[in-house]
T-cell receptor, first 110, second 111 residues
Framework: DGGITQSPKYLFRKEGQNVTLSCEQNLNHDAMYWYRQDPGQGLRLIYYSQIVNDFQKGDIAEGYSVSREKKESFPLTVTSAQKNPTAFYLC?????????FGSGTRLTVV | GQNIDQPTEMTATEGAIVQINCTYQTSGFNGLFWYQQHAGEAPTFLSYNVLDGLEEKGRFSSFLSRSKGYSYLLLKELQMKDSASYLCAVNYWSGGFKTIFGAGTRLFVKA
């Protein structure tokens, strides 16, 4: 079945560490996205990519980095520069009429 | 700027009907989505309205009025499994297609 796979489901990070969240899709979608979800707030766009080897900053890109070397993969790195990284991270891909989301990664700073 | 408002929480009884409202202020409006999200899980697509009117899909219906910047999601014959957050999202054009999400409405269905 086609879909988006995010891993890991839960991730714990120490202060000052970089961590990478994986996102893989087999839907053959060109566009991929990373969103952050915090309690009481709407999904906020971190980065997006419309095509391989190209990506754009979203509304809250500071402290994050991405790469898009393959159509299927869009990993997100949460760097030590991100001061409040504890959140639920959702990866998505899309065609024009809607998003397909992965099951999410819950990142906690310990 | 772009903005979406929806109620934070609602409670309804199993078997009843509930209407979840969403108001938005956007320029370059291109369509409105509703997603369902159970706690700790991915949002799943429910509906997409581009034109004014009511779209019905089984127990769920979605309405759009572009002139009023207003939409609602109607859930009939509520079941306990409908307890979830319902996200309203607007697709708009601003140098490319973009989407803004509301904070979601948490629906509690009680027996």
């Amino acid at each position: 079945d086609g879909g988006i796979t995010q891993s890991p489901k839960y991730l714990f990070r120490k202060e000052g560490q970089n961590v990478t969240l994986s996102c893989e899709q087999n839907l053959n979608h060109d566009a991929m996205y990373w969103y952050r979800q915090d309690p009481g707030q709407g999904l906020r766009l971190i980065y997006y990519s419309q095509i391989v080897n190209d990506f754009q900053k979203g509304d809250i890109a500071e402290g994050y980095s991405v790469s898009r070397e393959k159509k299927e993969s869009f990993p997100l790195t949460v760097t030590s520069a991100q001061k409040n990284p504890t959140a639920f991270y959702l990866c998505a891909s899309s065609v024009r009429d809607g998003y397909t989301f992965g099951s999410g990664t819950r990142l906690t700073v310990v | 700027g772009q903005n979406i408002d929806q109620p934070t929480e609602m409670t309804a009884t199993e078997g009843a009907i509930v209407q979840i409202n969403c108001t938005y202020q956007t320029s370059g409006f291109n369509g409105l989505f509703w997603y369902q999200q159970h706690a700790g899980e991915a949002p799943t697509f429910l509906s997409y309205n581009v034109l004014d009117g009511l779209e019905e899909k089984g127990r769920f219906s979605s309405f759009l009025s572009r002139s009023k910047g207003y939409s609602y999601l109607l859930l009939k014959e509520l079941q306990m499994k409908d307890s979830a957050s319902y996200l309203c999202a607007v697709n708009y054009w601003s140098g490319g297609f973009k989407t803004i999400f509301g904070a979601g409405t948490r629906l509690f269905v009680k027996a």
